[in-house]
């Protein structure tokens, strides 16, 4: 719906005279959320070569191509013999190596190889350190059971074992799963694309030496490095600057080689508001505008050609919230991931005085002592402060209304460098993907 | 000390015939790692640009460069005024950017952005929301507070406030914070360069078919991710092969080019312990060789031309396992982390029936629910097998001569993908680099 058919209003009323989506104004959070996830689709697969897809989610099943082992095999480096008796026994060493279909005599040893096949008819394999070789014989200073060191034929991972499904994130241990069956490449979702606007007045690169009516663009690099952390490509990055003439075309121009652009600045509300101005200059068709939280400004959500905008306040503080919690969870969901992070429960170490007002979210840093996580209120919680990133690896959520807090009470945090494998629930079915405007977003996708 | 002079012990007596550093065999697991840590120096620093700085470890202290805001600011776009009654006032507005020594008169009002400069005499900052233009005329719709919406000088950083201290994991905050004051580089550890040898015989690349006596080498793939994941860089990655004749060779040329090389397989005790022959063959310095774990096989450690080599098994479940508690330690501490990770306490959600042997690790899957760790021992703990490596993200560590575990017992646990600002209490010193031979290792780099 264009900007210009619509009256700003500070109510919590959809906007459809047209039939078209609602557009709403100074929502809650969870109905943003929700409504972020319902207008993406997660990303097509594509196959990437094994030992680059760490991070990666997987987009297919991943079975097991044969029996691991395949064949019966030794555990140890050692010599396979088939006689029950080994003490006090010279055994003729082999000279061969291991070929299928060998058969051990009465008497006779081989030398074995960890992983390696067996003669057919082992019955154990004695590892060097209980065998001293001497002139082509070898004997063995203890005596063994059947089936020591020896592995069975898909004892380890029979073919066929699921070893991964959708949405598992690559890590070190699935790599070498799939290398040990030979797996070249491995089918994940694709990265999603994200472009990165700055579009306040005065906003200069963060490379060159401000004027005095300049900033620095603090929140570009901010984006830029929370989106790569997060699974996502920072494909364009510029700033709206002076020359804002060649705006509209520059932006679609973007919008075309990316999945999702988040803009930052000039999201006040009002007139002058720049974010509103641009979306509508485009064509964009806008989902909501005003989110109830605290810091937050004023973001707001918008299509255009099925891509998602998302605007975030130019103020640090609202942005950095405003990333975590609105465009975040598009990054991750785009890319196959659960797109809501479950909260923990924490020990707040000092106090907050403010209290009252919408959902606020508090920068913070969380540390695990033992069994317990304790987090901090960092200092420089205003809005505009960037001193709060510093040591920032966790949000505190307050409910709408709350009091004052207090140190040594239990509150609600989102981690933010936790790593996904820890902090979901395993899940056992696939949960991504789905259809735009008819997504039933499934238990670990609710907005939380 | 050459491996020829010496004689295979079981015992746990350090072997010092010439002055040179004790040999010792079969020794406690904190032992070895502090004798790793002790062999090494945290790597040189170097500055890289502050975009590609995330996850690197800060190698000097960064301080603000000025005040932030530099002079006083707007904290919201809107008309700066020095009226103190502004309800029913029509201000001029004026046209000119604020520039420096700007004064505004009485009944007058600029537009001022956010985080822009404001006239020298600005008494308050009113919000476009609060505010209609009519013809080069603005008026205000409420009372405004003395100060409200402006930013004193230095009110979110002081010039010369500590932003970083060294040991500090760069994040998007820090790059964001960094970028406010223009810094086009950081200051860095280096990254250690790693070279990983699979030493096992019949073992071949994992992209290869292998033949009946032959297997994958899967250790590869797994030691260059978790290499990679821990900051590291694999810088070389090779396998023994058939063709042995070269093997001196190619490793000391490998060790020319890295800072640490790991070697799996091929530490078997006994006279037919190729790791230790190639130590032996290259003329290594050995540190130790077996640690009482399991799994574990005979890891040991070596120094050659001051790189350090650590020898794993070649089997995945111990190879793994070394890894996480002999290597990592040791690819943190050169990039200036603190080597050893502090356990968590979880609640284990299955059982695991052996008992007793040395101190064991199980490869185990935590979650956290609410503030609860749990932890699941994983299928698959044979050391020969890979199974366990399927959604492995913890290890659970049991002390020697442990009793059965029998679910819902608490036991001691090292989570693998938690960030680091996670799970070290925070820093409020440097701690890293130092001596070798004469390292006092601090608090937080004492092995656990």
């Known amino acids: 719906m264009p900007l210009s058919q619509l009256h700003f209003r500070q109510n919590d009323v959809g906007v459809n005279d047209e039939g078209m989506r609602d557009l709403r104004f100074d929502i ?14 997660t990303l097509e697969r594509e196959w990437v070569p094994l030992e680059e897809a760490r991070g990666r989610v997987v987009a297919e099943e991943v079975t097991a191509r044969h029996d691991l082992p395949p064949s ?60 001293e070789v001497v002139d082509g014989y070898v004997a063995f200073s203890r005596e063994v059971k059947l089936g020591e060191n020896l592995k069975s034929a898909g004892e380890d991972l029979r073919g066929g074992t699921v070893i991964a499904t959708p ?67 920072a494909a364009a990055v510029e700033i709206a600057g002076e020359e804002r003439s060649s705006l509209n075309r520059r932006v679609t121009e973007m919008l075309g080689k990316i999945d ?3 803009i930052t600045g000039g999201t006040h509300a009002g007139e002058y508001d720049e974010a509103r101005q641009l979306l509508d200059n485009i064509g964009a068709e806008m989902l909501f505008w005003g989110v109830k939280i605290r810091p937050g400004g004023h973001p707001g959500a918008a299509l255009w ?27 991750r969901y785009l890319q196959g991931l ?29 540390e695990i002592h033992g069994n317990t996580w304790k987090v901090e209120v960092l200092p420089g919680q205003k809005s505009s402060m960037l001193r709060s990133y510093i040591n920032c690896n966790a949000l505190i959520d307050l409910p709408a209304g709350h009091p004052p807090l207090e140190a040594g009470s239990e509150v609600s945090v989102i981690l933010l460098n936790l790593a996904h494998s820890a902090i979901y629930p395993r899940r056992k079915e ?18 939380v």
């Open 260 to 262: 999702l652009l988040i």
């Open 167 to 233: 949405g598992a994130q690559v890590d070190s241990g699935l790599i070498s799963v799939m290398a040990a069956f030979g797996y070249h490449q491995i089918p994940v979702y694709r990265r999603p694309r994200v472009g990165i606007l700055s579009l306040g007045q005065g906003i200069i690169p963060w490379q060159n030496e401000p004027l005095p009516h300049q900033v620095r663009d603090s929140n570009s690099p901010l984006l830029k490095s929370l989106v790569e952390s997060d699974g996502g490509m």
């Open 28 to 41: 809650e959070l969870v109905e943003a959320q929700q409504q972020l996830i319902q207008a993406v689709n």
């Open 338 to 366: 659960p797109p809501f992070i479950p909260h923990i429960k924490a020990e707040v170490t000092n106090s907050f005085n403010k209290a009252g007002g919408p959902r606020r979210f508090l920068r913070a840093h969380a």
């Open 72 to 131: 019966r095999q030794a555990a140890v480096d050692g010599f396979a013999v088939s006689d029950e008796k080994v003490l006090g026994v010279k055994f003729r060493l082999l000279e061969a190596n291991v070929s299928p279909g060998l058969m051990l005599g009465a008497g006779e040893a081989c030398t074995v190889v960890t992983g390696g096949l067996v003669p057919e008819n082992t019955r154990t394999v004695i590892p060097h350190e209980n065998a």
């Open 305 to 331: 050609d099925s891509r998602l905008i998302i605007c975030l306040s130019g103020n640090p503080g609202a942005c950095m919230v405003g990333y975590h919690v609105l465009a975040a969870p598009v990054v």
């Open 430 to 447: 696939q949960t991504t993907g789905g259809d735009p405007g008819n997504v039933r977003l499934p238990g670990d996708h609710q907005p």
